[in-house]
């Protein structure tokens, strides 16, 4: 079955600490993207990716990093910069632009 | 700032209701898509409708769009448990290039 795999399904940070959360695609989509969602409240782009080795900046990518060596693969790490990671992540992708995004079951991420 | 705007931000029918949700943008799109996301997981693609089209239809699933307002209606006939969920609009700007802006979403509530 084709889809998005994200893991873990809940991860822990610890204070100064960066933390990498796994998205991996085995739909042949070219673009990829990070979500943040908060409770009760829509999602915002954090970094989005058209092409292997190229992603942008979305609307909050301040404290989080990203890397795209493999079509398939568009991890995301959150740096010990982001002083509020608690937030639930989602990873999706598409076709081309402006397609429908397909999603991952998402990472929820919790301070220790 | 957030593109789409859902409204209302909850409802609560009874089985074998119509439930309609609806979203209002501020800027000239490309395509307005709707999504489902269950309880702690990611989201689910329902319906693209782009901004020629006036009117979308899949299954159960009814949607309007009116460019001159700005706005899209998401209409659920005859809905069911199963549909208890929260609904999201996402729009793509013509200037967004492949971003989509997501609303805060309509938490639906569907009674046996």
């Known amino acids: 079955d084709g889809g998005i795999t994200q893991s873990p399904k809940y991860l822990f940070r610890k204070e100064g600490q960066n933390v990498t959360l796994s998205c991996e695609q085995n739909l042949n989509h070219d673009a990829m993207y990070w979500y943040r969602q908060d409770p009760g409240q829509g999602l915002r782009l954090i970094y989005y990716?058209?092409?292997?080795?190229?992603?942008q900046k979305g609307d909050i990518a301040e404290g989080y990093s990203v890397s795209r060596e493999k079509k398939e693969s568009f991890p995301l790490t959150v740096t010990s910069a982001q002083k509020n990671p608690t937030a639930f992540y989602l990873c999706?992708?598409?076709?081309?632009?402006?397609?429908?995004?397909?999603f991952g079951d998402g990472t929820r991420l919790s301070i220790l | 700032s957030q593109q789409g705007e859902e409204d209302p931000q909850a409802l609560s029918i009874q089985e074998g209701e119509n439930a309609t949700m609806n979203c209002s943008y501020k800027t000239s799109i490309n395509n307005l898509q709707w999504y489902r996301q269950n309880s702690g997981r990611g989201l689910v693609h329902l319906i693209l409708i782009r901004s020629n089209e006036r009117e979308k239809h899949s299954g159960r699933l009814r949607v309007t769009l009116d460019t001159s307002k700005k706005s899209s209606s998401l209409l659920i006939t005859a809905s069911r448990a199963a549909d208890t969920a929260s609904y999201f609009c996402a729009t793509d700007r013509e200037t967004s290039g492949s971003r989509l802006t997501f609303g805060e979403g309509t938490q639906l509530t569907v009674n046996p």
């Open positions: 990716s058209q092409i292997v080795n190229d992603f």
């Open positions: 999706a992708s598409s076709i081309l632009n402006s397609q429908p995004q397909h």
